[in-house]
């Protein structure tokens, strides 16, 4: 570790999600970790105290921990015709994905393309759910952290039972093991009963993860209706045959008494959660990664983000896909939910400090990738050396970070992943010095 050299990023304002954000900060890189977090001049001299060499990188904005894109499907990047309208609904958004997606694709370049636009964009771990074996290296050949989950999908209960199971432990165990690799059951509505009770154990003795689709539809929303009681022991195959049999048990309560919840589960868009299914989602230790521009796209309504801040559920912000978002910026999605959120009434001065923290350590804590020896999603000493830049003027420390968060879509100035410069804008070279990084992703 003592050969790689250091390189002090300061900027004029430091955001490092788990301490106090800190005017004219400093970080020292060394090798793939951090080695300094504090104010400048006292990295500075720390470092000049070890007798260290150093190389300094100085940039008049914005520097914070890489984005975490806690729900996209990269593979779905060459399908933005897909999102080009506006649908009423996940049902009519269906009917123009699915003509498009069976049209074929080059499924590995494709998800190779959406990468770079991440790393473009100052993301440095995601959770990229697998439909298309071509697709499932994309995080892993691209350097990014985080963890691809194949997903399962359309398997009914008598297919499961013959071969389903066999087919998708093969798939799993055929993931890269590094970042990370888990298994999506798609929806409560797309599965029965017998893979969502199975696939929790498939991945959980293998100590993977579980990435689910929750509340984007409005079948899946509790509803007054004859039956509110106990279904478990009414012999009912799939939720399907729940709502035929009367029972107006919400999708989140059916999945959580079917085990698919807990800590090592988040799930995406959250958009059609009572209170009692927030309250079970945060009983669970599960995140929802909210995807607000995906939702306006699709025809569903806002997700209930004000509830979710109020209430202190953990949130995690996704894309979703090109097909239903107009890109995999993070920052247009905290810019989408920073008004939806004072749409529905939340007026407390820490909204946006909140989203950026769901953005990077909301994402990180949703994949498990916030703790262990390559943990990331914050600035601290030892963590990952993930970071991005970005070109926001600073002045005050509130009014810097609302501007970020209102306006930071598009913005990133440079990506760091792991130590490794990857990207950088020619205004960041100009102010740093810095020369345009590699294809090998290290600046000269």
């Not at 771990?125 to 359309?154: C, F, N, Q, R, S």
């Not at 607000?292 to 953990?314: C, F, K, Q, T, W």
């Not at 004072?342 to 949703?366: I, N």
């Amino acid at each position: 570790m003592t050969s790689f050299p250091v390189t002090l990023y300061s900027a004029d304002l430091v955001l490092p999600i788990t301490a106090p954000p800190i005017l004219d900060g400093a970080i020292a890189v060394r090798g793939e970790r951090i080695l300094h977090v504090g104010e400048r001049a006292w990295v500075e001299a720390s470092l000049e105290e070890r007798g260290l060499p150093v190389n300094h990188v100085r940039w008049p904005g914005v520097l914070m921990p890489g984005l975490v894109n806690a729900h996209t499907h990269l593979q779905y990047t060459g399908m933005a015709e897909v999102a080009s309208r506006t649908y009423n609904g996940f049902e009519d958004w269906v009917t123009g994905f699915n003509p498009v997606y069976q049209r074929g694709h080059d499924w590995a370049a494709a998800a190779a393309d959406g990468a770079r636009q991440m790393i473009v964009a100052g993301v440095t771990a995601a959770a990229d759910i697998v439909t298309d074996p071509e697709a499932a290296t994309a995080l892993h050949d691209a350097g990014l952290a985080g963890i691809a989950y194949w997903e399962v999908i359309d398997w009914s209960n008598e297919d499961w039972r013959e071969h389903g199971r066999a087919e998708v432990e093969a798939a799993l165990d055929s993931m890269p093991d590094r970042p990370g690799s888990g298994l999506s059951p798609h929806a409560p509505y797309s599965l029965e009963i017998v893979p969502l009770l199975e696939i929790p154990d498939i991945v959980r003795e293998r100590g993977r993860r579980i990435h689910i689709h929750l509340g984007e539809s409005g079948i899946e929303r509790e509803f007054e209706a004859a039956h509110l009681g106990p279904w478990q022991s009414q012999g009912l195959g799939s939720l399907r045959e729940l709502r035929q049999a009367g029972f107006g048990t919400s999708a989140t309560d059916y999945v959580d008494h079917l085990g698919v919840l807990g800590p090592d589960c988040h799930v995406a868009h959250g958009v059609y959660m009572s209170e009692r299914d927030r309250a079970i989602l945060r009983a669970r230790g599960t995140t929802v990664a909210l995807c607000p521009r995906s939702n306006e796209i699709i025809g569903l309504d806002a997700p209930p983000v004000a509830a979710y801040l109020r209430e202190g559920s953990p949130i995690a912000i996704g894309t979703d896909s090109l097909s239903s978002s107009p890109s995999l910026d993070p920052m247009g999605e905290i810019a989408a939910l920073m008004r939806i959120a004072r749409g529905q009434g939340y007026s407390k001065d820490d909204l946006a400090e909140r989203l950026l923290t769901a953005a990077t350590l909301g994402g990180a804590h949703a994949m498990g990738i916030d703790e262990g020896p390559r943990r990331t999603g914050y600035l601290a000493v030892g963590a990952m050396a993930d970071l991005a830049f970005f070109d926001t003027p600073v002045t005050s420390i509130e009014a810097t970070i609302v501007t970020l968060a209102e306006s930071g879509d598009g913005r990133a100035a440079a990506t760091v992943t792991a130590g490794r410069v990857r990207h950088t804008t020619e205004r960041f070279r100009t102010e740093t010095g810095l020369s345009a990084p590699t294809p090998h992703g290290v600046a000269r």
